[in-house]
């Protein structure tokens, strides 16, 4: 979801719902954009390394979501 900032500080704001905490901000859409891949990659590492330490013989697996009603590419 991307919104326009207020009239008067301009800019853009970003999330993504399918993140829990993933937000960007920047004076265009394009750098608003880049910010919240930033902030989602960054979220699904420091998960990904919490679960490692509490389950180490937890397996990972890739996966790809289609173009099916995702809002956020990562």
């Known amino acids: ?3 326009s900032g207020e009239p008067e500080e301009g800019g853009y704001w970003a999330t ?3 993140v829990p905490g993933a937000n960007g901000q920047g004076e ?5 954009l ?3 891949v930033s902030a989602a990659r960054l979220l699904i590492e420091l998960e990904r390394e919490e679960i490692r330490k509490m389950t180490p ?7 790809a979501l289609g173009s099916g009603g995702s809002c956020c590419t990562i």
Not at 28 to 32: F, Q
Not at 57 to 63: H, P, Y
């Open 28 to 32: 265009t859409r394009e750098a608003c």
């Open 1 to 3: 979801i991307v919104r």
């Open 16 to 18: 993504c719902l399918e």
């Open 57 to 63: 013989e937890a397996e990972e697996v890739l996966i």
């Open 34 to 36: 880049a910010d919240l």
